[in-house]
Nanobody, 124 residues
Framework: QLQLVESGGGLVQPGGSLRLSCTASGFRLDYYAIGWFRQAPGKEREGVSCITIGGSSIRSADSVKGRFAISRDNARNTVYLQMNSLKPEDTAVYYC?????????????????WGQGTQVTVSS
């Protein structure tokens, strides 16, 4: 099983920003499409954004369009999720995962290996 590691979560006030990072242990991320997902307590896991292997195609959920931006730096073996204008409803555990493609809707069943997640809490 491929191992992914998310980092960058934390507590932020509404309107603030965070940048999440997704790195890999022992393998190259640039062989895979990468998706970001989130799961709030009592809710199903939701696809947030995804990016193709070369980074030429990106998809994002309507709830984050214009606020979140996914990017990848293959030289650093890292995929980022820049989150701006954060809202309390963005509070969740955020996960990254390797995928076979990047399509809408972004569904968890299309992704194979997952990280342990990083907590994002938006609160005043």
């Amino acid at each position: 099983q491929l191992q992914l590691v998310e980092s960058g979560g934390g507590l932020v006030q509404p309107g603030g920003s965070l940048r999440l990072s997704c790195t890999a242990s022992g393998f190259r991320l640039d062989y895979y499409a990468i998706g970001w997902f989130r799961q709030a307590p009592g809710k199903e896991r939701e696809g947030v954004s995804c990016i193709t292997i070369g980074g030429s195609s990106i998809r994002s959920a309507d709830s984050v369009k214009g606020r979140f931006a996914i990017s990848r730096d293959n030289a650093r073996n890292t995929v980022y999720l820049q989150m701006n204008s954060l809202k309390p409803e963005d509070t969740a555990v955020y996960y990254c995962a390797t995928g076979r493609g990047c399509r809408s809707p972004i569904v968890a069943a299309s992704y194979d290996s997952w990280g342990q997640g990083t907590q994002v809490t938006v609160s005043s």
